[in-house]
């Protein structure tokens, strides 16, 4: 580039980084209400996130932005940008083209709502009671509808709904994702008939222990470590916490996680730990280079929970990561699992049966979790049915599809905090991350030598430098499906996670 649209790129860029950091501050808010804040301070920190998301959209509307991408895309010597320079621009451009179409007035209000919806989530789950979320739900989901129908036009998507699932997926369209649900339906459901079965199987084989919260903080550190990700060190970039639903929230040298502790259930912690540091070292893997630019983060929830799945499953559920930690596991919870053999541990924690709960959902029947939360999503934004209409049609498709009879509204869709915080359309992502995941573990098959035997041996360093330079590295250099091309070879298929599942389970139940 001439020193001109270099100096404007510069410029250009040095507005995202504040941009970025006042995101970050946010973050930072928003995992402080999850973690430490004090009740009373609810309305108080909607206000305050409100101003902030208000002075966010200022920044990255403001006309000088709009001047300096016309400025870089008019200038003669444009082509001679390099790829990190382009895919730069082109997220800048993408972001600010679809924030300027959203009035300032709507975001602090989408905002303000969904502070004050969580917080409605919260005590309404404690006390089993739709109704009092609903006001608030009803709220945010118009709010909502009003941002989907504005950015269907500018994304030019065919329905509102698909507008929401391109902030999540960028270029994964409803058709796209209805086919390949469809595929993985059929072979899940072939597969768990199987399964049910089998000579082996035990619909009712549970693992029931009484594990205090401290010996289950002392597992969470061994699992941490183990995986590579540092929150002990003086050099650290990582915490955990404890909050009603887990997630991970950060920025490159901060990434924090948290998870739920639950005596009567120790496994819950367990994967959800596991589920959470796999975004963890996806994140504080991206290319330190690209800090404070728009392709240092991850390209979709897909890629990112690729990862998550990842960890939590193909390698957390498999009988080499628990060859070497089970006797580890057993000296902290001592004496509880003083007769449990690795066998009968790997039988639970892999046990297949059709359950309430999302997150504890073993890996066959958890896309149908997703699955029914996509179909609700849909008829919701399409204007089919209303909020109020949620617990009736939630408990018939989990009666439907899973055979479960739902209790009450905290075991059903209340369980998971995403509508309450707004993350209409992010759904799908854990099953296109678990898609992605099984393609990604055929790549790895061909490229990390012995990566079994070093599992089983607690070595991972071979697999997370793997992951680093194929996946975490590149932020969001490329879209999620030109990523897993680049990786796997092909574009989105269900083949290798469902072949992943059936080669497993056969193992496990002899099927």
Request: aromatic fraction near 10%; charged fraction near 25%.
């Amino acid at each position: 580039m001439s020193t001109q649209p270099f100096f404007s790129y510069k410029k250009l860029l040095d507005r995202i980084k504040d941009l970025i950091i006042l995101q970050n501050v946010q973050g930072i808010l928003q995992w402080d209400m999850e973690t430490m804040m004090p009740p009373r301070a609810v309305k108080q920190r909607s206000q305050q996130l409100a101003l902030l998301s208000r002075i966010e959209h200022k920044m990255s509307t403001s006309l000088e932005i709009g001047r300096l991408i016309k400025r870089i895309k008019a200038n003669s010597n444009y082509e001679t940008l390099d790829l990190y320079q382009k895919r730069n621009l082109y997220l800048i451009e993408k972001n600010y083209e679809e924030q300027k179409s959203l009035p300032e007035k709507l975001i602090a209000e989408k905002t303000k709502q969904q502070v004050l919806t969580v917080n409605s989530w919260k005590k309404a789950k404690l006390r089993k009671d739709f109704s009092l979320l609903k006001p608030d739900l009803e709220k945010l989901v118009e709010i909502h509808k009003k941002i989907a129908e504005i950015l269907a036009k500018v994304k030019r998507v065919k329905t509102p709904y698909n507008a929401l699932i391109d902030i999540y997926e960028p270029k994964i369209s409803t058709q796209t994702v209805n086919r390949i649900f469809s595929q993985l339906q059929k072979g899940l459901e072939a597969l768990l008939k199987k399964i049910q079965n089998s000579s082996e199987y035990r619909p009712n084989q549970k693992n029931i222990s009484l594990v205090a919260t401290e010996k289950q903080k002392k597992i969470s550190q061994l699992l941490t470590r183990t995986l590579g990700y540092d929150t002990f060190s003086s050099n650290s970039g990582g915490r955990i916490d404890e909050t009603e639903h887990p997630f991970t929230a950060g920025y490159f040298d901060d990434i924090r996680i948290t998870t739920h502790y639950y005596p009567n259930d120790y496994l819950s912690s367990i994967f959800s730990i596991l589920h959470e540091t796999g975004h963890a070292i996806c994140e504080q893997n991206i290319n330190q280079e690209f800090k404070y630019q728009p392709i240092g983060s991850i390209i979709s929830s897909g890629i990112h929970e690729s990862q998550s799945r990842l960890y939590e499953n193909i390698i957390g559920r498999s009988k080499e990561f628990w060859t070497y930690l089970f006797p580890k596991l057993k000296q902290i919870v001592s004496p509880q699992l003083e007769n449990l053999s690795l066998n009968q541990f790997l039988l639970f924690i892999n046990h297949v049966k059709p359950s309430k709960i999302r997150i504890e959902a073993d890996e066959v029947t958890y896309n149908m979790h997703i699955l029914i939360r996509y179909q609700i999503e849909a008829a919701l934004f399409e204007n089919k049915i209303e909020v109020n209409d949620l617990p009736e049609i939630w408990n018939q498709k989990y009666a439907d599809i899973l055979g479960l009879k739902i209790k009450n509204d905290a075991e059903g869709l209340m369980q998971d905090s995403h509508w309450a915080n707004g993350y209409y359309g992010y759904f799908p992502s854990y099953t296109i991350g678990n898609i992605y995941c099984g393609q990604i573990l055929k790549a790895i098959k061909k490229s990390v030598i012995n990566y079994k035997n070093k599992i089983a041996f607690g070595e991972l360093a071979d697999i997370n430098q793997w992951l680093k330079e194929k996946v975490h590295s590149h932020g969001s250099l490329y879209d999620s499906n030109d990523l897993i091309k680049k990786i796997s070879g092909e574009n989105i298929t269900t083949q290798p996670y469902l072949h992943y599942l059936e080669e497993k389970y056969r193992e496990l139940y002899n099927i």
